[in-house]
Nanobody
Framework: VQLQASGGGLVQAGGSLRLSCAARGFSFRGYDMGWFHQAPGKQRERVAVIHTLFNTNYADSVKGRFTISRDNVENMVYLQMNNLKPEDTGVYYC????????WGQGTLVTVSS
């Protein structure tokens, strides 16, 4: 099983990034896929999830700014992040939740003010 996250980087406040997560080794379409954010010194928190039927949920802090999507053909999940804020800085982890739980290695996002 592998969840490979990518797309992080350094961006100015107000900018955008698109995170990608490539999934391998499990039945992707049968899993809810989420993105979690871990700010420096804080606990990991879920910011977005897309369920197997493509319905989505977002943390209040990112509603209207982030969009999660998935591609069940390519086994990919994406997080489009717009109007980024300094408090969005941290490591973003891809997560798969189903009969098992899987985590990716994380990708670092740094938002400068």
């Amino acid at each position: 099983v592998q969840l490979q996250a990518s797309g992080g980087g350094l961006v100015q406040a107000g900018g955008s990034l698109r995170l990608s997560c490539a999934a391998r080794g499990f039945s992707f379409r049968g899993y809810d896929m989420g993105w979690f954010h871990q700010a420096p010194g804080k606990q990991r928190e879920r910011v977005a999830v897309i369920h197997t039927l493509f319905n989505t949920n977002y943390a209040d802090s990112v509603k209207g700014r982030f969009t999660i999507s998935r591609d069940n053909v390519e086994n990919m999940v994406y997080l489009q992040m717009n109007n980024l804020k300094p408090e969005d800085t941290g490591v973003y982890y891809c997560n798969a939740l189903g009969s098992e739980t899987y985590w990716g290695q994380g990708t670092l996002v740094t938002v400068s003010s």
